[in-house]
Nanobody
């Protein structure tokens, strides 16, 4: 069983920055993929960025060059540094992890609001 605890959401003006953090509390699972997804009102949940245990990253086209995902395997944490935020980045952001046994886990979500 894995529990994901997120922090760092909030309100920011367009062009501003925020950093999201997620800590995975896991006793027996090794986490292969960790990442961030988001869901805006009335829209489907979408992948924002993922990172494998070996460090390979993947980003949604809409955030490339603005967001950076990083991971600390020893601490089981994953962070998302968001810069040059846009109005369309407003959403609930969810931490996600997939174990080596292909079990998928979700955090409770943290609100990011970009508004002037």
């Amino acid at each position: 069983q894995v529990r994901l605890v997120e922090s760092g959401g909030g309100l920011v003006q367009p062009g501003g920055s925020l950093r999201l953090s997620c800590a995975a509390i896991s006793q027996f699972e090794d986490l292969y993929v960790m990442g961030w997804y988001r869901q805006a009102p009335g829209q489907q949940r979408e992948m924002v960025a993922t990172i494998l245990s070996g460090g390979r990253t993947e980003y949604a086209e809409s955030v490339k060059g603005r967001f950076t995902i990083s991971r600390d395997n020893a601490k089981n944490t994953v962070d998302l540094q968001m810069s040059n935020l846009k109005l369309e980045d407003t959403a609930v952001y969810y931490c996600n992890a997939v174990s080596t046994r292909a079990m998928r886990y979700w955090g409770q979500g943290t609100q990011v609001t970009v508004s002037s």
